[in-house]
């Protein structure tokens, strides 16, 4: 579920970043704020994992986030599980059908609660890090 990021004076700190280094330096200090905040994420995601799903721990240690893609044009990072719970982490999110009846799992809207609450302040800390970089 992608989640729109509007972040005031994003636009500003990039705009600065690209009048002040090159283009190959900017997307060295881009990528460096996204994977920062990405490993911070994973981390608060795994523990909010754990305390749905405490019974092995085996779903929150799969959680992992990618290597950042332009192919789209902009930077993004993925974060996701590779673990070998990933399929039931899917139905217990959504909750599934059995005999005609709907069923939520243990850790039902866990990840879609994480993502609203931490989209703004995701966006945020990606703004406040690349404004590091101007300073220094």
Do not use: C
Not at 56 to 74: C, D, L, N, Q
Not at 88 to 94: F, G, R, S
Request: proline share 3%; glycine share 10%; net charge negative.
């Amino acid at each position: 579920m992608p989640a729109d990021l509007v972040s005031t004076g994003l636009d500003d700190v990039l705009n600065t970043l690209s009048d002040r280094f090159s283009k190959a330096r900017m997307d060295r200090i881009v990528s460096a704020a996204l994977s920062k905040e990405a490993d911070e994420e994973v981390e608060e995601i795994k523990k909010r994992l754990k305390a749905a799903y405490s019974d092995t721990g085996i779903s929150a240690e799969g959680v992992t986030h990618g290597k950042i893609s332009r192919t789209s044009g902009y930077p993004v990072i993925k974060i996701g599980n590779n673990g070998e719970h990933w399929p039931l982490i899917h139905l217990n999110e959504y909750g599934y059908t059995q005999y005609g009846k709907y069923r939520p799992g243990a850790g039902h809207g866990v990840l879609t609660k994480f993502v609203d609450e931490k989209s703004q302040y995701y966006a945020d800390k990606i703004r406040e890090s690349l404004q590091g970089a101007i300073v220094e």
